[in-house]
């Protein structure tokens, strides 16, 4: 293998010499993380179709081994960690998928209920509508009985008026005549 780097790609043999493992081990490395990606070009290759290594890789490789030696780690559940799964990436798909969902029936449900507000807003704009009219009419129909009221009130004013004067000169004709005893006197 050549020791050219390209655009700051190691071949196998620099990527192993930095990390201070072997070759075999590297690729061994390189396998676990193409596996957990599940992505088999998930490393550059070159025409040969060796893998070529960025130092982003090498950091990630030397984080992979330091986890491993946690408790009840290996090098797989640490590359889990690391590396992003396709499981990873389907449940990220699938949550925002349930959210997507989520919100459009949010949307619909609000929609939903808007529609029936302006349904209940314009029925009630009716119905004020309605009460305005009942109260323009009670309004002159009250008008029309208290002009009523006070006519029959005149005539009867009047009437009484009238029937009072009647009661007055029926007096003064009796005082006129005299008293009643008087009709049996002369």
Known sequence: MSKVKTNN???PAQAAKDLGISVATLRKYSLIVEKTTENSQYFERNSQNNRLYTQKNIEDFKEMVK????PKMTLETAAIQIYPTTDVKSESK???SDEVTELQTTVAKLESENKKRELTIKELQQELADAQKSKEQLQAELTTLKQQAEEKAEN???????????????????????????????
């Open 94 to 96: 699938a949550k925002q």
């Open 156 to 186: 009867t004013s009047v009437k009484k008026d009238e029937n009072i004067k009647e009661r007055v000169n029926e007096k003064v004709n009796d005082d006129k005549k005299g008293h009643w005893w008087n009709k049996f006197m002369s």
């Open 67 to 70: 986890l491993s030696h946690g």
């Open 9 to 11: 790609l190691l071949t």
